[in-house]
């Protein structure tokens, strides 16, 4: 893809023209042969891809050792709500200066990124001083995950430095997604999570979850590195354009008898621009005397526990028992595409640790189970209806719409039948779905978490095997059993 356009928001990440590329996480099965003889390099190499890579490297295996991917289709046992384990994903981990680590002294004490001047990094340097109230901010958005990153990147020997990169990818802004389809800090595209096992569904995007993404980066990351003999240049680069391309490019330095050097190497416009991005923002962050950012002392304390609901629950209804925001919550539980847990589970929330204790004790006193989270329903469009105006009704994107109802753009007719979410209702049990060019009973009930047998004609009656046709009505019963 040309990574020069794919940026999720040109105001939102620090990316300056050039913007930032998705970063790259595609790698060829035979890449897995390399990674497992450099198992003593990394601790943990399987080899997930963020796209935009060469066709060489598109081969992709199964993730392998004791990777964990938050799987979606696992039943959560009907058991009261349990609180977890304290996460190391921080919210809003910000102290009072007192002397203790922060995450910022964590960084400053990486030295694995090499801090070369050249004339790209002052110009990113010039740009990001000149425009540090928009630096700042970006950091600042950080706040909930950095101290997770740091801690995740320090517990696989790999340079603190490193948590810096989502502020190019993605602004640190877990829920954005580009014009390519590229989600999540990390800008994970759709090749990637079925490559990898990440599991998606209408309800859970993993790439968007914290945990799931940054796990997956660091995995390549470490690959990287391996395979590039510890040149953290080359790795990023790499991670940019893909291996096949720095390969490629080293292969012809070498022959050419030329150094196979980062700043040696023919490579993409974007790619060359990559590192001096991220040079330029940690020289800045590295230097303490620097009176253009203002950092606050976010603390390396974990600040975020997972809870265990046990039965399916809502963003908006959680965010109702804990007592906080319905967005702060939605920013720390980005994999919930429309803010409900999937059907068939598993019902796992990510809450400040200072409210799970709230939650869980508002929760066992909610005894009616359907008030605890909103479904997705059928829109009929009449004269005046637009997508855009519908996302805003409905509290959805254009582009969710769009992917619920396999559109292609946003045209939409009188009379058309759409699913969307709405919030509002509490607790509809079925939805209604027009069959669309290329559906199958199977790939439908896949789409919705649910069993074959749950989806009827339009009166509700069963289906004669799978003859369905475009156009053709169903209704799709979400089972509360099978909600948790």
């Known amino acids: 893809m040309d990574l020069s356009t794919s940026t999720p928001d040109k105001a939102d990440s620090l990316s300056i023209a050039p913007l930032s590329s998705r970063a790259i996480l595609a790698a060829g099965a035979v890449l897995l042969s390399f990674a497992l003889a450099a198992i003593a390099v990394a601790a943990?190499?399987?080899?997930?891809?963020?796209?935009?890579?060469?066709?060489d490297d598109l081969e992709l295996s199964q993730e392998v050792d004791d990777q964990t991917v938050y799987d979606p289709a696992e039943v959560a046992a009907p058991t009261p709500p349990v609180l977890v384990k304290k996460s190391s994903v921080p919210h809003a981990a910000i102290e009072e200066g007192d002397g203790s680590p922060t995450v910022w002294d964590r960084i400053r004490a990486g030295n694995k990124i090499p801090l070369t001047d050249s004339e790209r990094v002052q110009y990113y340097t010039d740009r990001y001083i000149e425009d540090a109230l928009w630096v700042n901010k970006i950091l600042e958005r950080?706040?909930?995950?950095?101290?997770?990153?740091?801690?995740?990147?320090?517990s696989r020997f790999l340079p603190p430095e490193l948590a810096l990169l989502p502020a190019i990818e993605s602004g640190y802004q877990p829920h954005v997604v580009s014009e390519d389809n590229a989600a999540g800090l990390w800008q994970i595209v759709p090749l990637t999570a079925e490559e990898i096992g990440i599991q998606r569904s209408v309800w859970f995007d993993g790439r968007s979850d914290l945990i799931i993404s940054t796990t997956a980066a660091l995995d390549?990351?470490?690959?990287?590195?391996?395979?590039?003999n510890g040149d953290w240049e080359l790795t990023l680069a790499a991670y940019n354009a893909g291996p096949g391309r720095v390969r490629a490019a080293v292969k012809k330095n070498e022959k050419n008898s030329k150094p196979a050097t980062f700043s040696e190497l023919d490579l993409p416009a974007e790619t060359r621009d990559y590192l001096p991005k991220l040079v330029a923002l940690l020289k800045m962050i590295k230097d303490e005397s620097q009176v253009h950012l203002d950092l606050p002392p976010i603390s390396l304390t974990p600040a975020l526990t997972q809870v265990d609901v046990k039965q399916r629950i809502s963003?908006?209804?959680?965010?109702?028992?804990?007592?906080?925001s319905e967005a702060q919550l939605r920013?720390?539980?980005?994999?919930?595409?429309?803010?409900v847990t999937s059907p068939r589970g598993p019902h796992v929330l990510y809450l400040p640790t200072n409210k799970a204790d709230q939650f869980s004790a508002a929760l066992t006193n909610v005894n009616n189970q359907d008030k605890l989270y909103s479904l997705p329903r059928t829109h009929t469009v009449v004269a005046g209806d637009t997508l855009s105006e519908l996302a805003l009704k409905y509290g959805i994107s254009q582009k969710q719409l769009r992917d619920m109802n396999k559109l292609d753009d946003s045209n939409i007719k009188l009379?058309?039948?759409?699913?969307?979410?709405?919030?509002?209702?509490?607790?509809?049990?079925?939805?209604?779905?027009?069959?669309?060019?290329?559906?199958?009973?199977?790939?439908?009930?896949?789409?919705?978490?649910?069993?074959?047998?749950?989806?009827?004609?339009?009166?509700?009656a069963p289906l004669q095997g799978e003859l369905i046709k475009p156009g053709d009505r169903l209704k799709i019963q979400l089972s509360l059993n099978d909600a948790g």
């Open 44 to 55: 943990t190499l399987e080899l997930p891809s963020l796209g935009n890579t060469p066709d």
């Open 142 to 154: 950080g706040t909930p995950f950095i101290a997770h990153l740091v801690n995740a990147l320090e």
């Open 220 to 228: 390549y990351l470490s690959y990287l590195n391996a395979e590039f």
């Open 315 to 324: 963003i908006d209804k959680a965010a109702e028992l804990a007592d906080i």
């Open 331 to 339: 920013v720390l539980n980005a994999g919930l595409i429309h803010g």
């Open 415 to 460: 009379g058309q039948k759409l699913s969307v979410i709405d919030y509002r209702l509490t607790s509809p049990e079925a939805i209604e779905y027009t069959v669309s060019s290329g559906d199958t009973l199977s790939g439908i009930a896949e789409k919705f978490s649910v069993d074959i047998g749950d989806i009827s004609d339009n009166t509700g």
